[in-house]
Nanobody, 117 residues
């Protein structure tokens, strides 16, 4: 069974920074893409940033230049460094990974990020 454990998140003032981490455990032979998504109250879950197995990154326009996604394959961990946070970044953040073991797509538990103005 594959589990993703998320750490980080919390309350920060506008302009502040936070770092999220998501570590995979369990029987996974290979991990492919990793990513972060977020869901604000009353909104759908949207992609924030993704990183491929080769290190190619993609970002939502709203976070470009402020957020950085990275991965440590040896630790099977994905990170999201969030700088210059804005109140509109407030949401529950979820990590996602795709891998070689069923069910092939894995989600971590959500972590609340709240940015006060």
């Amino acid at each position: 069974q594959v589990q993703l454990v998320v750490s980080g998140g919390g309350l920060v003032r506008s302009g502040g920074s936070l770092r999220l981490s998501c570590a995979a455990s369990g029987n996974i032979f290979s991990i492919y893409a990793m990513g972060w998504y977020r869901q604000a109250p009353g909104e759908q879950r949207d992609v924030v940033a993704t990183i491929s197995s080769g290190g190619t990154t993609n970002y939502a326009d709203s976070v470009k230049g402020r957020f950085t996604i990275s991965r440590d394959n040896a630790k099977r961990t994905v990170y999201l460094q969030m700088n210059s946070l804005k109140p509109e970044d407030t949401a529950v953040y979820y990590c996602h990974m795709s891998g070689s073991s069923r069910p092939y797509n894995y989600w971590g538990q959500g972590t609340q990020v709240t940015v006060s103005s």
